[in-house]
């Protein structure tokens, strides 16, 4: 099963039901991929989240998104500081990816361009178009 982390822009993006990418929230509802996250990941949804919609739908999201089966919770206990230099905020769901072995980072945040520079970890960045397409097959 696939092992996925999604930036908070992909998150925001998903969750409407007349958005394009709504299916990424309700194949991971269905358990169709394993969502892998921090605490510090939950702490920037429900933050970010209640920014665009309310505290209450942010917490419930973040509670929905903690006590489901497919979540991979990842600690990272070393900071690999690889966006550091372009947008630091962002470097918490590489660390995830690494840590976790996650297939892909999806995102539409152009700083993580840069990973596709790096030779070593691999990591592999969708878009939120892109991880659509994989969920179709």
């Not at 947008?87 to 892909?104: L, Q, R």
Request: glycine share 2%; with cysteine.
């Amino acid at each position: 099963m696939r092992l996925i982390v999604l930036d908070t822009n992909a998150l925001i993006q998903s969750l409407p039901t007349r958005s394009l990418y709504h299916r990424i929230w309700t194949d991971f509802l269905a358990g169709k991929y394993r969502l892998c996250v921090s605490n510090e990941i939950l702490t920037e949804y429900e933050e970010i989240l209640a920014v665009h919609t309310s505290p209450a739908i942010a917490h419930n999201v973040v509670e929905a998104i903690a006590h489901h089966p497919q979540i991979v919770y990842r600690e990272s206990f070393f900071r690999f500081h690889l966006l550091t230099d372009i947008d630091k905020d962002d470097d918490k769901f590489v660390d995830c990816a690494i840590t976790a072995g996650a297939d892909y980072i999806v995102t539409e945040d152009s700083h993580f361009d840069h990973l596709k520079k790096i030779p070593f970890p691999q990591l592999n960045v969708l878009t939120l178009d892109e991880f659509n397409e994989t969920l179709k097959q």
